[in-house]
């Protein structure tokens, strides 16, 4: 048997914890009984702290999230707690499900190179829509400067940064 890298055991770690928590939490928010669109903001906010849970069981600098064994995990929870918050809250949602494709478009892209300028053509705003959707409940024209601000965002952190 192989030894496996520590930090390699941490990110694992990490993505059980968040996953097992994340499936939890849509438990949780399907069974009360508001959980429509004037939950998006608690929504949001529980999908951030899902986000980060993992980096609780990685130790800086040792364990960097820059790593592409922690981002290819990241990026593929990220994208499986969208997918059942979509299949949950978001079933009719045209806008939900197009940008929920064009960043596993995206996605594709950078598993198939691991070049992080997949994510800057294909943010991932499905938060921000979220939030965007129970605030303002129509999607407008003011979500385009949301997108762009965003991309901007992961052309820091995954371009920049790194």
Not at 12 to 29: D, K
Not at 63 to 69: A, G, K, M, N, Y
Not at 71 to 92: P, S
Not at 109 to 135: C, N, W
């Amino acid at each position: 048997m192989v030894d496996k890298n520590p930090c390699t055991r941490k990110i694992e770690n990490g993505m059980i914890v968040r996953c097992i928590m994340t499936l939890l939490f849509l438990g949780v928010f399907v069974l009360s009984k508001d959980s429509n669109y004037r939950n998006g903001i608690v929504l949001v906010i529980a999908l951030w702290m899902l986000d980060c849970l993992d980096n609780i069981f990685l130790i800086r600098p040792i364990c960097p999230t820059s790593v592409w064994d922690y981002q290819w995990r990241d990026k593929f929870m990220d994208t499986v707690t969208y997918f059942l918050v979509g299949l949950v809250l978001f079933r009719q949602d045209l806008y939900f499900w197009s940008l929920f494709s064009w960043r596993v478009i995206g996605l594709w892209g950078l598993f198939a190179t691991q070049r992080f300028s997949f994510l800057v053509i294909f943010p991932d705003v499905l938060k921000e829509y979220i939030l965007y959707k129970a605030l303002w409940k129509d999607i407008g024209f003011p979500f385009l400067y949301i997108y762009i601000l965003k991309m901007a965002v992961e052309y820091y952190m995954h371009v920049y940064l790194p």
